[in-house]
């Protein structure tokens, strides 16, 4: 039976979690110097076994989830992906698999097909294989991606392709755009890239000038209005970096409103990038994840406003943008409960403006960027 009582934690009425993010691993065999993963991922040396992992899914959907994703890391180096799709559906859950692609092919396409896998989403990382392998470092991905593209198609999936937009890929949109109309994508995700992680370590080097970004998004409204004229159903989402925005967003939703993310080791997240943050994780190894969604320190520390600081705490809009992201916030200003950053009236916004200017001045190079090092991770699985 599926528990959807509301409970008081927080100081407030707090629902139940209705998507999960399953990171299976951090494990991938790319580089991407824009990867959401930790900088430490290396440091997690043991994943949840596939018993562990089943337990995980039993618990969220009992709790109320009811979408989820298997995401990494390369889930696809999991090889109880299949089993856990088909443990996935068994509860109810409608799934979806974050991949590079990497790891598939026709004959695995089918088996989580008859596992009852609902939906699959392919990243891209440039329209030319030279700048897809500078970026992921992989001669051979972007080749395969596409492939692997084509397959899903095939096999009946909607083709949904994400591509992330930094300042090494953003003056190709139109090519970019090109090639996933010529490969027959239904949706495509231009995602800005946002500064977390790797991205944030390499910001220097991923964030695009304001007029490349004006560029692309006028580069994206000519081919929407191109695709209606034709009656092509391929629908573009762009998403604005924080950078640029004057508002934040809601990040997530709002801290542990709706997104739970259940990282490789078991630690649970109130988002993928929470885990930079100074503050400890429960984990589903030692905690249910219903004590530690609704009682747990972690979880309750930023719900409601209570916590929040001026502008953010007699703002109108704090019910909207919930102050915006904790993660940026604390990257910029060391403070988690600080208001983030990006927006227009917070204290600190003249950090974000600085970065805009250093992305005017400075040139395009991606000999600085710090490749996702994948050979430092020794990650292990009890399966």
């Known amino acids: 039976m599926i528990d959807t009582t509301r409970s008081q934690a927080g100081g407030g009425d707090v629902g139940p979690p209705l998507w999960l993010l399953a990171e299976l691993t951090y494990r991938c065999p ?9 900088l430490d991922f290396a440091a997690v040396k043991e994943e949840l076994t596939t018993d562990e992992w089943i337990e995980v899914l039993t618990q969220a959907r009992a709790m109320g989830a009811v979408q989820m994703g298997f995401s990494g890391g390369e889930p696809l180096v999991r090889q109880d992906l299949e089993t856990l799709v088909a443990e996935a559906r068994r509860l109810g859950f409608y799934t979806n698999l974050i991949t590079s692609g990497l790891g598939l092919d026709e004959a695995r396409i089918a088996a989580l097909h008859e596992a009852g896998l609902d939906h699959i989403q392919i990243s891209l990382q440039a ?4 700048v897809a392998a500078a970026v992921a470092g992989s001669p051979k991905a972007h080749a395969k991606k596409l492939a692997m593209a084509r397959a899903v198609k095939a096999a009946g999936y909607p083709m949904v392709l994400n591509v992330v937009l930094h300042r090494h890929n953003i003056d190709r949109l139109d090519d970019i755009i090109a090639l996933c109309d010529e490969l027959g994508a239904d949706a495509v995700e231009l995602a800005n890239c946002q500064m977390y992680g790797w991205a944030q370590l390499n910001r220097e080097g991923l964030l695009p000038s304001r007029e490349q970004l004006e560029v692309a998004e006028a580069t994206t409204a000519r081919w929407r209005e191109r695709l209606a004229a034709q009656g092509r159903d391929m629908r573009l989402l762009f998403v ?3 950078y640029y925005a004057e508002r934040p967003k809601a990040c997530m939703g709002g801290w542990g409103a ?3 993310t259940v990282a490789p080791d078991g630690a649970v997240l109130p988002c993928h990038s929470a885990r930079m943050l100074p503050m400890t994780f429960p984990n589903v190894r030692e905690r249910p994840l219903r004590e530690i969604w609704y009682d747990s320190e972690a979880f309750n520390r930023y719900r409601g406003d209570a916590w929040m600081s001026e502008p953010c705490h007699s703002c109108d809009e704090r019910h909207q943008d ?10 910029l200003t060391g403070d988690a409960t600080a208001t983030d950053p990006a927006c227009s009236l917070s204290p600190d916004h003249h950090l974000i403006e600085a970065a805009r200017r250093e992305a005017d001045a400075s040139a395009p190079s991606m000999e600085a960027l710090t490749p996702r090092n994948v050979h430092e991770s020794k990650v292990f699985c009890r399966q």
């Open 127 to 130: 329209s030319d294989p030279e």
């Open 258 to 260: 709706i997104f739970m």
């Open 322 to 331: 919930v102050g915006g992201c904790r993660c940026q916030a604390y990257l």
């Open 240 to 242: 604005v970096p924080d």
């Open 30 to 38: 790319l580089q991407c110097a824009y990867c959401s993963n930790p």
